[in-house]
């Protein structure tokens, strides 16, 4: 079946630090690929998604780029906040009835200040 | 509201008690969709209606959950006989799009239902 892996956290980077946040995929067909994000105390928000091979999702000054060729799409962003500090999910939707979502585990990310 | 609305924020219930969990998802949404997440882990597919149709269930762990949602709006999750593995967050998504309509939209999630079982 499908599914999603991700880098185990806590990711601790100083506010301005580039972030990546490693995603693959395993998936027959030509899944869907989203971030959702969830900060502390509030439910999952859609991030960014990716719908096909190449396609870049941006957000927030936050990027994924899908590559079929790694089955990867992996978190970038240039310059983290301490208000970025949440926890990342990396998810897909596959060639199934119902799109339903498969997770990866998550990343909590921290910034210092 | 605008967004999807889950009750209770948080039940605690003692093992074998039934408990009853309810979403309101964003007013005409066609899908409705029901994750659990483990503390530390990412939500897991439970089940899947279009409109009252629940069409995928494949993600239930055992014959004591049901979901029902019998208008095609509010939808209830009931755990029957609960035990101390149900502990969980219960999280309830809505899209616009159903089956063979606009594939890929991104689901609305609530709050969730953070179910403890002493």
């Known amino acids: 079946g499908d599914s999603v892996t991700q880098m185990e956290g806590p990711v601790t980077l100083s506010e301005e630090a580039f972030l990546t946040i490693n995603c693959t995929y395993t998936?027959?067909?030509?899944?869907?690929l989203f971030w959702y994000v969830q900060y502390p105390g509030e439910g999952l928000q859609l991030l960014l998604k990716a719908t096909k091979a190449d396609d870049k999702g941006s957000n927030k000054g936050f990027e994924a780029t899908y590559r079929k060729e790694t089955t990867s799409f992996h978190l970038e962003k240039g310059s983290v906040q301490v208000s970025d500090s949440a926890v990342y999910f990396c998810?897909?939707?596959?060639?199934?009835?119902?799109?339903?979502?498969?997770f990866g585990g998550g990343t909590r990310l921290m910034v210092k200040p | 509201g605008a967004g999807v609305s889950q009750s209770p924020r948080y039940k605690v219930a003692k093992r074998g008690q039934d408990v009853a969990l309810r979403c309101d998802p964003i007013?005409?949404?066609?899908?409705l969709f029901w994750y659990q997440q483990a503390l530390g882990q990412g939500p897991e597919f439970l089940t899947y209606f279009q409109n009252e149709a629940q069409l995928d269930k494949s993600g239930l762990p055992s014959d004591r959950f049901f979901a029902e949602r019998p208008e095609g709006s509010v939808s209830t999750l009931k755990i029957q006989r609960t035990q101390q593995e149900d502990s969980a967050v219960y999280l309830c998504a809505s899209s616009l799009g159903g089956l063979r309509q606009i594939t890929h939209q991104p689901q609305h999630f609530g709050d969730g239902t953070r179910l403890s079982i002493l």
């Open positions: 998810a897909l939707t596959g060639n199934n009835a119902g799109n339903m979502l498969t």
């Open positions: 007013s005409g949404h066609v899908s």
């Open positions: 998936a027959t067909g030509y899944p869907s």
